[in-house]
């Protein structure tokens, strides 16, 4: 009885070592986490922007020139992703520079410059999050 005890004792420990280890190497690049937070809190001024009918053009095309810049990191952040997955980044640098050089002055042309980045961005996140 003693030794099954001792047994169960040292696999939790291993499963429970094992974890650990396992949640720091994953830990180990943040880049990518704060790759798509950055992304994603620059999406998130432009929506409440729109929300709340504020939308600036100079506030808006320094907050898509910002998403621009940080998309450009996005290769670096994923440097063993697909090539598919580069051609989506690709497709989203594209839709941030056609947006930013669209300059919206209003919020309905802000909601329009930013639909085609939304929708790579939910292509991506669909295919591989």
Known sequence: MRAALL???GLAIGIIGTVFTMRALS???PLPHAVMVTMGFHRHQL???VKGQHCDAAASVAQLQHMQFTAGDIAAAFPDAPQPF???AGHLRSALQSAAQAAPADCPALVAALKPVDQVCKECHQQYR
């Open 7 to 9: 047994i169960v004792l």
């Open 27 to 29: 830990e180990r690049n």
């Open 47 to 49: 929506q409440q922007a």
């Open 86 to 88: 580069l051609d989506l």
